[in-house]
T-cell receptor, first 110, second 117 residues
Framework: GENVEQHPSTLSVQEGDSAVIKCTYS??????FPWYKQELGKGPQLIID?????GEKKDQRIAVTLNKTAKHFSLHITETQPEDSAVYFC?????????FGQGTRLTINP | KAGVTQTPRYLIKTRGQQVTLSCSPI?????VSWYQQTPGQGLQFLFE???????NKGNFPGRFSGRQFSNSRSEMNVSTLELGDSALYLC????????????????FGAGSRLTVL
């Protein structure tokens, strides 16, 4: 089945700098790749997603890139702000279910 | 519109007991998926229900079960609780089959935090 690896597990950046989180997946048949943000005491919330027929997608300060050949995708957050501090999960579709990475705890330092 | 509602939010049980968790999906959503979240294992897929039928199941023992009602509300049950069942149980709904290609966004609830003593 699908397996998703996510790195790094923790990331600390200065406010205003960029943050990059990377994921790899194993199932070449996967074609839907969402990213979720989870704040303390809340469930994961979708922040951006990408489908396999697209190589990059942007939404304001957030962008996701997908390399299907290498089977990896990345989340880029620019001009980070304190409210970006949270745990971020990548996921890949596989066999009619989403398989999640282990999560990255992002801390934005003022 | 109202989001995904999970009850109870917090509960404490002892080993050997059983527990039932409830999930009310977004109105109009017919698919409900359940995930277990633990610090060590991340988000692990439990099962998915669509139109009252279990459509997919993760690698969990038979002590974990669920069902879906005609109004799309779902419950999951864990019998003979073990210490390792302590986790945040998340429910997510989607309009059609959740998480698959070309499919809909999974919208998560806030979760039910289960502590087993």
């Amino acid at each position: 089945g699908e397996n998703v690896e996510q790195h790094p597990s923790t990331l600390s950046v200065q406010e205003g700098d960029s943050a990059v989180i990377k994921c790899t997946y194993s199932d070449s048949a996967s074609n839907y790749f969402p990213w979720y943000k989870q704040e303390l005491g809340k469930g994961p919330q979708l922040i951006i997603d990408i489908r396999s027929n697209v190589g990059e997608k942007k939404d304001q300060r957030i962008a996701v890139t997908l390399n299907k050949t290498a089977k990896h995708f990345s989340l880029h957050i620019t001009e980070t702000q304190p409210e970006d501090s949270a745990v971020y999960f990548c996921a890949a579709s596989g066999a009619q279910k989403l398989v999640f990475g282990q999560g990255t705890r992002l801390t934005i330092n003022p | 519109k109202a989001g995904v509602t999970q009850t109870p939010r917090y509960l404490i049980k002892t080993r050997g007991q059983q527990v039932t968790l409830s999930c009310s999906p977004i109105s109009g959503h017919r698919s409900v998926s359940w995930y277990q979240q633990t610090p060590g294992q991340g988000l692990q897929f439990l099962f998915e229900y669509f139109s009252e039928t279990q459509r997919n199941k993760g690698n969990f023992p038979g002590r974990f079960s669920g069902r879906q009602f005609s109004n799309s509300r779902s419950e999951m049950n864990v019998s003979t609780l073990e210490l390792g069942d302590s986790a945040l149980y998340l429910c997510a709904s989607s309009f059609i089959r959740g998480g698959s290609s070309g499919a809909n966004v999974l919208t998560f609830g806030a979760g039910s935090r289960l502590t087993v003593l």
